[in-house]
């Protein structure tokens, strides 16, 4: 390499090599703008610098956005090897705590296991060296935020979306519990009910794109048993689903894994449904099966180790039911 060569990059400053790395992992200069928290503009001058001192394009334009040059392909692990000796620098000189400089982890959950995966994730002390993890309720957007880099990962039943993203079978939750008002005539019945019992009742349910997004598996079954088509509201909230089975007389199928956050709340009632009517139930619609949505390894911004730990952990909440 030439002396002129040397000097150029030199002069590179730590900030134009962490745009580099940012854009390498996510393909988007507006992640690396968010992520800095600076403006699109700067990150742009920082290309182009870029651009210049190694005398290649670096990123071209693609469909899904910028895509790494051969050159950039080499520099990328060098520039990240770089960026963290940076950041242990950093680490020593002020004292900062390796869980305070570790970004914080975006994952987008499907709504019908976010509370207990909140639950085993906050008592999972292997995920300490991790640092924070925000959850998201995963949306109609969530794949397209996470091929930006707005977002890391994913767990969620819908795989109808691709945009280069990576899908893994992380599990399938086969119990299936009764939720409704303490005082509601359904509970007469116990220890025995059935699909049948519950489809005289309103029914409720919390919309899972990739699952019940066009029916719910209660209206499915009631069709195809030829009974009365049960009554069933679709809700996209929490709260509206909570008020709806206290004052509506409305009942609701959750998830086993949720089963003893609902069983502390005021005013409800959850019972197991028998393994019979699940049967009955399931075979009508598959139970719902969870899904690790993510980008390519080389646009990760989390290790393999770490990885490992946060699927083991979702496994096992799913194993669990």
């Not at 745009?19 to 800095?36: D, M, P, R, S, Y």
């Not at 819908?158 to 005539?185: A, I, M, Q, W």
């Not at 519950?198 to 919390?206: A, E, N, S, T, V």
Request: aromatic share 10%.
């Amino acid at each position: 390499m030439t002396n002129p060569a040397i000097k150029k990059i030199s002069e590179l400053d730590v900030f134009c090599l962490q745009v580099f790395k940012i854009i390498f992992q996510t393909g988007h200069a507006n992640a690396a703008a968010k992520e800095l928290n600076v403006s699109a503009p700067k990150i742009s001058r920082c290309l182009n610098i870029l651009r210049v001192t190694f005398d290649d394009q670096l990123f071209y334009r693609r469909q899904f956005g910028l895509k790494p040059t051969p050159l950039a392909e080499h520099l990328f692990e060098p520039i990240c090897r770089f960026c963290y000796s940076v950041a242990k620098i950093e680490q020593v000189a002020f004292e900062v705590s390796h869980h305070d400089s570790t970004p914080i982890l975006n994952i987008a959950v499907t709504p019908g296991i976010m509370a207990s995966l909140s639950l085993i994730l906050s008592n999972n002390y292997s995920l300490n060296p991790i640092g924070k993890i925000r959850l998201h309720p995963w949306k109609d957007d969530s794949a397209e935020l996470i091929h930006s880099g707005e977002l890391d990962l994913g767990v969620t039943l819908d795989t109808s979306c691709h945009h280069d993203l990576n899908f893994e079978h992380l599990g399938t939750l086969d119990s299936v519990y009764l939720v409704g008002n303490v005082r509601h005539p359904i509970w007469a019945l116990l220890p025995h009910f059935t699909l049948n019992d519950i489809c005289k009742y309103p029914f409720l349910y919390l919309e899972c794109k990739g699952f019940n997004d066009k029916m719910a598996p209660l209206e499915v079954y009631s069709h195809q048993s030829g009974i009365k088509p049960v009554s069933a509201e679709k809700v996209t909230g929490k709260e509206q689903w909570y008020s709806n089975l206290l004052t509506m007389s409305s009942l609701a199928f959750i998830p086993a894994v949720e089963a003893e956050i609902y069983k502390n709340m005021p005013g409800i009632h959850v019972e197991r449904l028998p393994e019979v009517e699940v049967n009955k139930l399931h075979g009508n619609v598959l139970p719902p099966k969870y899904y690790l949505i993510e980008k390519p390894v080389s646009h990760r911004r989390y290790t393999v180790e770490n990885r490992g730990v946060i699927i083991n952990t979702i496994k096992e909440l799913l194993a669990s039911s």
